[in-house]
């Protein structure tokens, strides 16, 4: 007998195309909360546009979002349907949208989406109905936070998993695993009841340059290619190679331009490099000590 959320999960889901999957895995990319830098649904995004994934179910947003939150403009801008007007005509007017791709060739179901503000419970059956019905055992969330780095060094991924055992795997892909007490996130809620469900979900958050606004094309590159290696999938990134280096190269341009700022990203830099030495290389710094070689 379904629970009143399954029964509502599958009023709410709609799933119109059935490809020739065989073990898909899942993968999240959420706007909202987790998404600075454009992290999470910018490789989503490379994703499915790299592997001309089609679009396969929906997931109906009405109730799962607030669109009129009291408060300064500047909060309730957050909440608000997108909309544009020219000459005084209505040309477009946006709600969430929440969509799965999926790619035979990759073996891989992509999730774009916005993280709702109500009904997490019923949004998760969503997701977990539709992993029931293409057999779906391992979720992959990818996010961001801002932090203290550099944006000329790769951004940190920390990791957090469904169940104690993932963790030996993606300790191998040099991820940290994360320590954290405070407001959670919809994902988080996800990886409980994954845990309850016999689901694996693995939830991959870059850290992101603080003092960069708007999407990061180097943290997307970056994100992107670690996580195909993780998949097993092959993609093509020259193009986004290009577009993280010519995004650094513009950005360092700038810095330079503000003398206390560029003193703040080389002591960042160094700070960096040295918790990479000292926490990455700890063996080998040992071991170059022993030989008699200083590298303080």
Same mark, same amino acid.
């Given at each position: 007998? =379904?629970? !009143? ?5 599958? !009023? ?9 999957? =065989? ?9 909202? #909360? ?15 546009? =790299?592997?001309? %994934? ?8 009405? /109730? ?11 909060? +309730?801008?957050?909440?608000?349907? *997108?909309? !544009? ?34 009904? #997490? ?7 977990? #109905? ?17 932090? $203290?780095?550099? *944006? ?19 300790? *191998?892909?040099?991820?940290?695993? +994360? ?24 939830? $991959? ?18 994100? +992107?290619?670690?996580?195909? /290696? ?11 190679? %290009? ?9 360092? @341009? ?16 160094? &700070? ?11 063996? $080998?710094?040992?071991?170059? @000590?022993?030989? /008699?070689?200083?590298? &303080?």
């Amino acid at each position: 007998m =379904k629970s !009143k959320s399954q029964k509502m999960a599958t !009023k709410r889901l709609n799933i119109f195309e059935k490809p020739n999957l =065989k073990e898909p895995r899942l993968v999240l990319g959420f706007s909202g #909360w987790m998404d600075g830098g454009d992290i999470s649904t910018g490789t989503v995004k490379c994703f499915i546009d =790299k592997l001309g %994934a089609q679009k396969i179910a929906t997931i109906n947003p009405e /109730g799962f979002y607030i669109y009129n939150f009291p408060g300064m403009m500047e909060v +309730t801008a957050m909440f608000r349907p *997108h909309t !544009k007007i020219e000459s005084g005509l209505i040309t477009s007017f946006e709600i969430p949208a929440d969509a799965f791709f999926a790619s035979e060739e990759a073996d891989l179901i992509l999730f774009l989406g916005k993280e709702p503000n109500l009904l #997490w419970e019923e949004f998760a059956t969503c997701l977990l #109905w539709l992993c029931a019905e293409f057999g779906v055992k391992m979720i992959y969330f990818v996010g961001s936070i801002a932090g $203290l780095i550099p *944006h000329t060094r790769e951004p940190r991924l920390f990791c957090s998993v469904s169940d104690a055992k993932l963790k030996e795997t993606f300790q *191998h892909y040099g991820v940290k695993f +994360t320590s954290y007490e405070g407001p959670a996130s919809f994902v988080t809620y996800l990886t409980t009841r994954c845990n309850q469900q016999a689901l694996s979900l693995v939830s $991959l958050v870059a850290t992101i340059p603080a003092y960069v606004q708007g999407a990061n094309p180097k943290c997307i590159e970056a994100v +992107t290619r670690r996580l195909a /290696g993780m998949l097993g999938v092959d993609l093509e990134l020259d193009d986004l190679q %290009a577009a993280s280096d010519e995004f650094e190269k513009k950005l360092s @341009q700038i810095v330079q331009q503000q003398p206390e700022l560029a003193g703040s990203i080389r002591k960042l830099e160094e &700070d960096y490099d040295n918790e990479i030495f000292d926490s990455e290389m700890g063996e $080998l710094k040992t071991w170059l @000590q022993q030989q /008699g070689i200083s590298v &303080d």
